[in-house]
């Protein structure tokens, strides 16, 4: 039986431009499944896991100019916003390095033996472990921050586990070229190639995720395909943690004072965040609840103008774009719904106009037909909800599901406290899992105090899939009772010989030896 | 409609004593979460918290005696281990209550902007935020330190999460006893009460799993009874992290020079261990891996000298001497399976007598009938499976599933290093989540270092239901993002007006202020 043919198609006119491989065969994710398991002994050595990271990212950088051509052929993201994706995406590479060096997600912690405790405790040691094989799931809007090199890869070998990618079928050239250029890198670095591999298809997808030696699963696209698998690895004889990004509305509330004090600002900033990267980014806000009365009509008039001004851009591939204009059409036929800017197709095969709805905020209260425009359309339009007062924002909010952010657009008073600010904020925080204050959700700055993540169906876990806290999905503690110090993992023996910081006896962590790695270097 | 009767049984007669109350009705589980949740407030505020966890523990310190009476009444366990156990249920309250004053289970990270970095960062300020409502089902063989008032309650409410508890039908009447004690405790800490609650019967088990404002779940008890519920929260809507502690072998290794040295007090250790509680703990040692030959002979002939001289015990419930003596008989009509000392029924409705049983580990390895063998059986029984070689230990680990512990037991010698005891214990850490070298895996320490959990079906999750870092289960992480300072939570302000300890621009913990409040007392 012949392998079904992966084709690499150009978004700009939507045809074949090569036949990059073939779909992966259940015997060949069971291959690169088993591969990557039985290399997982190369990932022991937190060290050779900082060469690793390190070789990687020079690796990818070195390979620029074929990465963001690659990219750029398969996704029309432009050879600027690779660029810049590429950037992040080596970045992050060596962000995890310094996480690995630094030691402290490891959560040391040694409690002595002590007979003081009724019944006396034994000595106890813990230290987190990888969790074994981790399948990522790549998006179709970052062919690199959020694929083959992306976070969930760069997080899962922090932690010491093997990785398995299901390509996206967006831009599987792309894929192909990541995953030479990584096992190319393990090579240089001293590590067994099969650390790392790419499986394609829709098959593939649902062989990896019920494949008995993977251990857990990271996956960043839609509602419907990450429940999907969210469900399959939860039916699994033996379940696996399933950390999906799935998809959020990303509300903003535009308080009155601050429409009044800078709505041309507000406008003009919240078309550049709608229609960063065609409107194809998971922070995207979707939702804008904006006063009714002048200062809001200001807005929307900055706001419309700006993206009036915007020009067609090319949807990732022609299955998007069908999905945008249905979905914006089916929005414009709920009653009180007007388009200042018809969001509409474009000259190309996959363009695209962007555009901007608007309505009363009152009918989103009620949990009738609007209740579509609670859920994300992915693409370049926004909703922007006009309230009348307080009690309606609230009654809004208290519809919204599980969000990746929530942004407050405050005026200078209410930035200092004043009116009703705070008690906004405290019903914003139960909605999502990064709350701003100004600025806008897209842009994600991969930091050690991020948080991507939010309640379902933002994602299906509390974990983070950027930010350096992203390594903790992938690990499991262990403890060890009463080993004697020469049978100890180096991590827990009592002189502590790699210089990790460690919780002793309850104390905050402490660095009770040498560290053994450079955290920056 | 009435609500059907829910009666409290003495195990020592299988008679009815007592009509506790009724079975809730979806009605009433709808009112106790919907309470909960109203409450939740009354937990924002850490010092509440410690108040409740300390007027807790003393209340039901002060009760001591109804508490015992009344849980021995329905479980048979007898007054001095009730008492121990309620100690360390106690004990426990206490300890969370310092794991809230201490602060650092916030795991407070605060990066500055940092317009160095491309693109550059925001001020970004993270912390653990509480998850809602947390549905606790309560075990049948603690009473006390996993049920009601046990490790599951007393780490969420420290997390700011209100419970409402699952009873276990063995012992109803003492959870009503525990719910009433904990609700005037939380009065007399200015609580609002219904920040605890229990509901009674099968349905509402499942009522409260589907609850939409349930936000996650803690369990203890069977493999099949928490797989269901484990389904069920991964199938709702809005699916809900599974806490699960559901079965466990507990496999214990045995060296050949261990055997040697110290047969006879192996033998009769574990005797003491697999007996204790009447074998019905979740770290019960259910198989042995023990040398053939004389000196394993020596470390059997202990074990069922000491098992004979077990007297009978009364098991918690009918059901559970059924399910014993039925799994025995099944395990008993295997190929090569002798009993030394045979397990079997005692004089009491629901007495038994301990037992052993014994094989020769080869059966174990082939994948056939014998895995029953790898299947907790609940009660005083244990298998003692006898290996001719190295090769034959590893290839019965090989088969295990995952465990809350595995032991070796070590010769002096090996204990320093020599032999193969560094690649056994390699073998054990990917099948439980505690490896103990030497001691028994019952008793379990409720100490920082501690975890218990392991690949599943020791747990459905990577947390732990016993040590301080149980409360990490409940929270999920929020990052604030540019808020100012007069927006932001005490505990993410600049000058940390409460003394937390917090993570700033990556470097490691540290208080950069007076703590707010003080961790012991």
């Not at 990557?36 to 896991?49: F, I, S």
């Not at 070789?55 to 990465?67: H, I, N, V, Y």
């Not at 379902?456 to 390594?471: D, I, L, M, Q």
Request: glycine share 10%; aromatic share 4%.
């Amino acid at each position: 039986m012949t392998a079904a043919p992966v084709w690499s198609v150009d978004p700009r006119t939507g045809k074949r431009c090569a036949q990059v491989t073939g779909e992966s065969s259940t015997a060949g994710v069971d291959r690169a499944v088993r591969a990557a398991h039985t290399a997982r002994g190369a990932l022991a050595d937190r060290a050779a896991r900082v060469r690793l990271l390190r070789t990687a990212a020079d690796t990818l950088d070195a390979a620029r100019p074929e990465l963001t051509a690659a990219a750029d052929a398969e996704t029309a993201l432009g050879t600027a916003r690779l660029t810049g994706e590429l950037a992040r995406t080596t970045a992050q590479l060596r962000a995890f390095a310094e996480v690995v060096a630094d030691g402290s997600f490891l959560d040391i912690r040694i409690d002595h033996a002590d007979d003081s405790r009724t019944p006396p405790w034994p000595d106890l040691r813990r230290y987190r472990v990888p969790l074994g094989v981790v399948a990522v799931y790549a998006a179709s809007n970052f062919p690199l921050a959020f694929s083959v090199p992306g976070g969930d890869t760069a997080s899962a070998l922090a932690a010491g586990c093997p990785v398995v990618v299901k390509a996206h079928p967006g831009h599987p050239a792309t894929a192909e070229l990541c995953a030479a250029l990584l096992r190319g890198a393990a090579r240089r670095a001293g590590v067994a190639e099969d650390v790392i591999a790419v499986v394609h298809g829709f098959d593939a997808g649902t062989d990896l995720i019920h494949h008995p030696l993977v251990a857990a699963a990271g996956f960043t696209g839609s509602v419907r395909g990450g429940r999907a698998l969210h469900d399959l690895a939860a039916a699994r004889p033996v379940p696996i943690p399933f950390h999906g990004e799935l998809g959020s509305l990303n509300p903003v509330v535009v308080t009155e004072a601050a429409a009044a004090e800078r709505a041309e600002e507000l406008g003009t900033g919240l078309a550049g965040s709608m229609t960063l990267g065609e409107g194809q980014f998971c922070t995207k806000p979707g939702l804008v609840l904006a006063p009714a009365g002048p200062a809001g009509d200001r807005l929307l008039t900055a706001l419309t103008g700006a993206v009036t001004a915007h020009d067609p851009g090319v949807l990732l591939d022609g299955r998007m774009r069908t999905a945008f204009l249905d979905g914006v059409a089916e929005r414009l036929r709920l009653p009180s719904v007007t388009a200042p800017v018809t969001p509409g197709a474009g000259p190309g095969p996959t363009t695209v106009t962007a555009g901007v709805l608007t309505l009363p905020a009152a009918p989103l209260t009620d949990g009738g037909p609007h209740d579509l425009l609670l859920e994300e359309c992915f693409g370049p339009v926004t909703v922007v909800a006009r309230y009348t007062s307080t009690d309606e924002i609230t009654a809004v909010l208290d519809r919204l599901p599980g969000n990746l952010t929530a942004t407050l657009q405050l005026s200078t008073a209410e930035s200092r406290g004043e009116g009703d600010a705070a008690a906004l904020l405290d019903r914003l925080t139960p909605l999502a899992g990064r709350i701003l204050a100004g600025g806008w959700p897209t842009g994600v700055a991969v930091a050690p105090a991020q948080h991507h993540g939010g309640p379902y169906p933002a994602t299906t876990s509390t974990g983070t899939s950027v930010g350096t806290t992203a390594v903790e999905r992938w690990l499991r503690p262990v403890t060890y009772q009463t080993v004697p110090d020469a049978l100890l993992p180096p991590e827990l023996r009592e002189d502590n010989p790699l210089g990790l910081p460690r919780r002793v006896d309850g104390r905050p962590p402490a660095v009770d030896g040498d560290p053994d790695l450079p955290a920056t270097w």
